[in-house]
């Protein structure tokens, strides 16, 4: 990036420029910084996000201040951003991220964002957000650790023991529920 800036200061200024924008909204994230977030969202911004809203666009500032307020507090204290910039094209950025136990470094999830910046009376600003996390079933070892643990339910459930006397009804309940979960899990 230093060598692509080093020369006339336009359009390569502003890349430069919408990249520590993007970088700037995952450290006011990680520093819980409400201003330092206000700052740089557009007030026309939307954002759309996989991983709470369900694809319902926020519209606006307000919205989206709204939902970065409830993300850094559903986060609490020690889950936080990393973030790897992987694309930029003009005032387009791209980043993957993880979210990890900043206390361990444990990975719990990952996804992409796209972030669209644009030039407001000189200033850099967010105008589009879109956040996608990958389900935390597709990651391998969960996946793993679900299936072994299922299997391992099943091998102490003796259907025999089970489906006598009282214990039969709270069994077929049990298995059904069971079954229920590890199919939303697995095939969402």
């Known amino acids: 990036v230093a060598a692509f800036c080093a020369g006339n200061p336009g359009p390569a200024r502003e890349d430069k420029r919408a990249l ?14 409400i201003n330092e977030l206000s700052d ?6 939307q954002c759309v996000c996989n991983f709470i809203s369900m694809f319902k666009p926020f519209q606006g500032k307000k919205q989206v201040m709204e939902f970065f307020s409830a993300l850094m507090k559903s986060l609490g204290n ?3 951003f990393v973030v790897q910039p992987t694309m930029q094209d003009g005032m387009i950025v791209g980043v993957s991220w993880k979210l990890e136990w900043s206390q361990t470094h444990v990975p719990i999830g990952k996804g992409f964002s796209f972030i669209i910046c644009h030039v407001y009376q000189g200033k850099v600003l967010i105008r589009n957000v879109e956040m996608f996390m990958e389900p935390l079933v597709h990651l391998e070892p ?17 259907l025999h023991e089970a489906f006598r006397g009282k214990a039969r009804r709270a ?5 059904l529920v069971l079954s229920l979960v590890i199919g939303f899990l697995l095939f969402t």
């Open 40 to 45: 740089i969202i557009g007030e026309e911004c």
């Open 142 to 158: 969960l996946r793993l650790k679900l299936m072994g643990f299922v299997m391992n339910v099943m091998d102490k459930i003796s």
């Open 171 to 175: 069994v077929i309940y049990l298995l």
């Open 78 to 80: 020690n889950i936080q």
């Open 20 to 33: 520590e924008t993007v970088l700037k909204l995952y450290t006011a994230i990680r520093n819980r910084d």
